[in-house]
């Protein structure tokens, strides 16, 4: 919002004063105070400069103006426009923004047609499932939601990668140290019984460094 409002000022004052704005979008830029004392937003002016011919502190102090000052947030800082969001008035208009729009709120169209793939979560098959896949989980999921009411048509996938060297081991450790046990002789969860397998091979792959060529033969017998 804030933005826009500092460009509308750059282009009003631009057309006042007979001066091409076309490429002012592109030039202004927004990053964050170095003292958060000092606002939310700063908008350099320096690119500004030579078009309006004028300092850039002068030129921040003119939008400032425009602005509404000290009384809307918005103070100057040697050639830079800080912005201090009040962020009462912000959650209000946010709510009310939602509110009106209900279920169709945040949607767009500006990605129909598009086609994307979202791949998650894809755990590591050797190793037991736990609270940070389930982040994983609602983080791709919800990027699958964002980007689909965008318009876009999402494919979500997930990879289950059961081929390699990597389960190769585990056999491995359970031909050596199994012992013809099971997740349900040992009362334990599969990926659990999986996973100290994995475990049992790098411990031996340690004492033993045939360990890791045994599990490239069985992967070239497997393959």
């Known amino acids: 919002m804030w933005t826009g409002r500092v460009l509308s000022v750059l282009e009003n004052m631009a057309g006042t004063a007979g ?43 003119e939008i400032a103006g425009e602005l509404g000052g000290e009384e809307a947030g918005v103070s100057v800082a040697g050639p830079y426009l800080n912005i201090r969001i009040d962020r009462a008035a912000a959650i209000s208009r946010l709510l009310e923004n939602i509110e009106s729009f209900g279920d169709k709120w945040g949607s767009g169209d500006e990605l129909t047609g ?19 896949h389930l982040r994983n989980d609602i983080l791709g999921e ?8 965008r318009g876009a048509d999402v494919q979500k996938v997930n990879l289950v990668n059961d081929r390699g060297v990597h389960i190769c081991k585990s056999m491995l450790a359970y031909q050596k140290f199994g012992n013809g046990e099971s997740p349900e002789s040992l ?16 411990q031996w792959a340690k004492e033993d460094k045939s360990a890791d060529e045994q599990a490239q033969a069985m992967l070239q017998a497997w393959e």
């Open 187 to 202: 009362g334990v969860k599969s990926d659990r019984f999986v996973g100290d397998l994995y475990v049992k091979f790098s």
């Open 142 to 149: 919800s990027c699958a939601r964002i980007i689909a009411s």
């Open 19 to 61: 001066i091409d704005s076309k490429g002012f979008s592109k030039s202004l830029s927004v990053g964050k105070p170095p003292d958060s004392n000092m606002g939310d937003l700063s908008y350099p002016l320096f690119p500004f400069a030579k078009d309006f011919r004028k300092a850039p502190p002068a030129l921040a102090g």
């Open 114 to 132: 598009r086609k994307v793939m979202v791949e998650f979560s894809s755990p590591n098959t050797n190793k037991p499932l736990h609270l940070g």
